[in-house]
């Protein structure tokens, strides 16, 4: 991933302050975006993903191209290229939502955003669609890691499930 990509996600990912000690949180859910493979981070051939540069989460290899909210939340950033999306929930997690690997190189040729930034979206609520046949064609992958971009706030991010999941499925959880 080129290092300006790396600055404008940085840039995407607002921190919040903390407002409860990490001891004091109950677990909060982060559901699947999409029909599809479960899969840890360290399986996505991405050094920035594999490696948790920007937070810790799973990916999911989608079977369709459509992508759901993962979590009740706010959206809070969208890139122009409308690959990525910025999640903050009313309890305080970052998540962000990469279609694809190196996806960005693509202009947004095969994206199309159902959301602004601003939106209050519900667990469930369509937030974007990509043509994952043109997706391939251009040789990139598909996998897309769902992170919880603060993962340092909290006490622990634990996935919860991998391999096959239906949208909305539990995958993981932060504490």
Partial sequence: MASGLLSTLKK???SSPKEESAQSREADGICSPAAGRIIRLSEVP???FSGGVLGKGAAVIPEEGSFY???DAIV???APSRHAIGLRTE???EILLHVGIDTVELDGRPFACHVREG???KKGDLLLTADLAMITEHGYRTDT???VTNSDEYESVDIVKTGSVAAGELIMTAR
Avoid: H, K, Q, Y
């Fill in 145 to 147: 890691p769902v992170l």
């Fill in 91 to 93: 309890s305080g997690i």
């Fill in 119 to 121: 939106d209050r979206v």
């Fill in 76 to 78: 809070a950033s969208i």
């Fill in 69 to 71: 909210a993962p979590a």
């Fill in 12 to 14: 995407m990912i607002s």
């Fill in 46 to 48: 991405d050094e920035v």
